[in-house]
């Protein structure tokens, strides 16, 4: 288990940028999966995109050519960088490790990102 702990977000403009990290307490090159979610006031948690440790991505048709996943094992952190954003994108946006089971899962605190128009 590692602790994850996300940073970046803030109040932008639509149209603009933000980058969010994840960072781990430990190494998270032995999981093979890790999670960008989001939660917007009053709806459900909905997933953005998810990288595999080879770095392979896949990516929610709502965020799909306006958002990139990276990680670096390395460093233990795993990053997104989001562009042309809008105010649907407004959300808390939390970095998440799924292992299979609910209660084993690992999950950031998250990170707010708030799009004016």
């Known amino acids: 288990q590692v602790q994850l702990m996300e940073s970046g977000g803030g109040l932008v403009q639509s149209g603009g940028s933000l980058r969010l990290s994840c960072a781990a307490s430990?190494?998270?090159?032995?999981?093979?999966?890790m999670v960008w979610q989001r939660q917007a006031a009053g709806k459900r948690r909905e997933l953005v995109g998810s990288?595999?440790?080879?770095?392979?991505?896949v990516y929610a048709d709502s965020v799909k050519g306006r958002f990139s996943i990276t990680r670096d094992n390395a460093n233990n952190m795993m990053y997104l960088q989001m562009n042309s954003l809008t105010p649907e994108d407004t959300a808390v946006y939390y970095c998440h490790i799924p292992t299979g089971r609910a209660d084993k899962d690992m999950w950031g605190k998250g990170t707010l990102v708030t799009v004016s128009s």
């Open positions: 430990g190494n998270i090159a032995s999981f093979y999966l």
């Open positions: 990288i595999t440790s080879g770095g392979d991505t």
